[in-house]
């Protein structure tokens, strides 16, 4: 079974930083594009950064390049999100996505809290 376990959420002040952490179970990175994504309060789902493991190509938002940084740890089979100079509009839940070329909507986890306090 396909798992995505979000963790590393929390309450930081504008200019802070927090890592996210995404651990996976039950397939391995090797065909996965893995996903970071946030909805804020009353607004939709948005990209916010993603790795495709087949040839270690990465995306970032506009609004999130430079301060964020994906990265993974395969022995761990886990994501990592590095939210550097965090502002207030970041507040959101953030959820990452396991994607296989053979499902599109891919594999959502459960998300983690994400609060910057201005």
């Known amino acids: 079974e396909v798992q995505l376990v979000e963790s590393g959420g929390g309450l930081v002040q504008a200019g802070g930083s927090l890592r996210l952490s995404c651990a996976a179970s039950g397939f391995t990175f090797d065909d996965y594009a893995i996903g970071w994504f946030r909805q804020a309060p009353g607004k939709g789902r948005e990209d916010v950064s993603c790795?495709?493991?087949?040839?270690?190509?990465?995306y970032y938002a506009d609004s999130v390049k430079g301060r964020f940084t994906i990265s993974s740890d395969n022995a761990k089979n886990t994501v990592y999100l590095q939210m550097m100079n965090l502002k207030p509009e970041a507040t959101a839940v953030y959820y990452c996505?396991?994607?296989?070329?053979?499902?599109?909507?891919?594999?959502w986890g459960q998300g983690t809290q994400v609060t910057v306090s201005s």
């Open positions: 996505n396991g994607r296989p070329p053979w499902r599109p909507e891919g594999y």
């Open positions: 790795i495709t493991f087949s040839d270690g190509s990465t």
